[in-house]
């Protein structure tokens, strides 16, 4: 990524800062490490951040049927999951972990066709339980596995992750023209890409989640379509002793068009939620621009999507 202001002093003691208690948590056994920084998460980061009133306020958004323990519950585990998720990625050790995971489910047979026959696979997930733990479970079973990724704001800070996702496994597609022209080589080529796709999308549209209207993009459909690519739903679920995973698999998306199979995306996703409400990262604004002037752009999108496929048939 081009730099197109230097980076001021602040800016590289606020990198600074970030990257300190990760150093300091590295200094622990594995074992010990984890736990460590889902407590820290918890009771120091989650409530000086905000955190926990805006898991609160998304429960109580698309959730008032929990109870105040199921929700006290939830503002404990959320952010807890977060801190495991974040030293994993800076852990060496995380690899010995997932990589043996346990993978299965309808859509294993599937992959395992795709990749014999040299076509593209398209792994779409979200934040929830473990995407990294996903992903060297993938790569174990033989999968070429890209990622797309967004870099952090903070340019120090940025270097330090990007460092550690690449330790993990490249390639990796930085968000923009350049990784977007990396991805597609990738794709044409057979390759398999992982894709999280369940952030508030500015470009997206409103589409359901646990029944509200939440900004969703249709680009990841759109490229499994335009490549002939598979887009499996997989989920990297954490599980009991909070060190291991189970990756499940799910069958492939029937290819149709865009807007229906992103919101079988989301159906499911939603539906796997349900099942681990301590496994989804329910830090996110995921519902922040449902309404609203983006809502009613991407309303008309899908009117006019809509429209067009009664007229094609």
Do not use: C
């Amino acid at each position: 990524m081009q730099e197109t202001t230097p980076i001021s002093l602040k800016e590289r003691l606020i990198g600074a800062a970030l990257v300190a208690p990760i150093r300091l948590a590295r200094g622990l056994p594995y074992r010990w490490r984890l736990p460590f920084v889902a407590w820290l998460t918890t009771w120091i980061v989650a409530p000086l951040a905000g955190y926990r009133r805006r898991i609160r306020a998304n429960l109580a958004f698309v959730r008032p049927d929990l109870s105040s323990q199921e929700v006290r519950h939830l503002m404990r585990k959320v952010p807890g999951n977060a801190g495991r998720n974040m030293i994993e990625l800076y852990s060496p050790e995380f690899s010995d972990y997932a990589r043996p995971s346990v993978v299965a489910g309808p859509g294993l047979d599937d992959i395992r066709a795709a990749r014999e026959a040299g076509r593209p696979v398209i792994f779409i997930t979200g934040h929830f339980g473990s995407f990294n733990a996903a992903r060297l479970a993938m790569i174990e079973q033989g999968f070429n596995m890209g990622v797309f990724y967004r870099p952090m704001a903070n340019r120090p800070f940025n270097a330090h992750y990007v460092d550690a996702m690449a330790n993990l496994s490249e390639p990796m597609f930085e968000q923009g023209r350049r990784g977007m022209m990396q991805m597609v080589k990738h794709l044409r080529g057979g390759g398999v890409l992982a894709i999280l796709n369940d952030l508030n999308a500015h470009d997206g549209v409103p589409l359901d989640f646990f029944g509200q209207p939440a900004m969703t993009s249709l680009a990841t459909a759109e490229m499994a379509l335009k490549f002939d690519a598979l887009l499996v739903p997989v989920w990297g679920l954490r599980a009991e002793d909070g060190l291991h995973f189970n990756i499940q698999v799910e069958a492939p998306i029937p290819a149709s068009d865009a807007l229906s199979m992103t919101r079988e995306f989301n159906r499911r996703l939603e539906a796997a939620v349900r099942e681990n409400m301590d496994q989804w990262f329910w830090i996110h604004r995921r519902w922040k621009d449902g309404t609203g002037p983006l809502a009613e752009r991407g309303s008309k999108i899908i009117e006019d999507m809509e429209s067009g496929a009664k007229g094609a048939s």
